[in-house]
């Protein structure tokens, strides 16, 4: 692709999502910073847990954010690849599970 929609570069332009709305902006930077300070979870332990988000939400910027966040906080590759694994586990049994909506829908039809 020569002209990819994602550009690995526009990452380091998050911050400048207040230039638009600082208010609001400056409101979710605040909550954002507070969200993954140490606490009932390790700083390591959110930073696993948005990785698997990030592949969840499939988001190329996330990805690559907590790719790296996770690295530079001690997460192993074994690790990562786990937290990955959770998430498409949640993702495929979350599709499996509305599998019972259908069957209720069959044999609603099928009286």
């Known amino acids: 692709m020569d002209n990819?929609?994602?550009?690995?570069e526009d990452l380091?332009?998050?911050g400048d999502i207040t230039e638009f709305q600082e208010k609001l902006g400056n409101k979710f930077?605040?909550?954002y910073g507070e969200v993954f300070e140490e606490?009932?979870?390790s700083k390591r332990e959110k930073a696993l847990i948005a990785l698997a988000v990030a592949h969840t939400v499939q988001c190329p910027y996330c990805i690559?954010?907590?790719t790296?966040?996770?690295?530079?906080?001690g997460a192993s590759e074994e690790q990562m690849m786990e937290a990955v694994h959770v998430a498409a586990a949640?993702?495929?049994?979350s599709s499996l599970v509305h599998g019972v909506q259908m069957m209720n829908k069959v044999k609603d039809l099928s009286m």
């Open 90 to 93: 949640i993702r495929g049994g």
């Open 39 to 41: 606490g009932a979870l």
């Open 68 to 73: 790296t966040d996770s690295l530079e906080k």
């Open 29 to 31: 930077f605040e909550y």
């Open 12 to 14: 380091k332009k998050f």
């Open 64 to 66: 690559d954010a907590y």
């Open 4 to 8: 990819p929609y994602y550009k690995a």
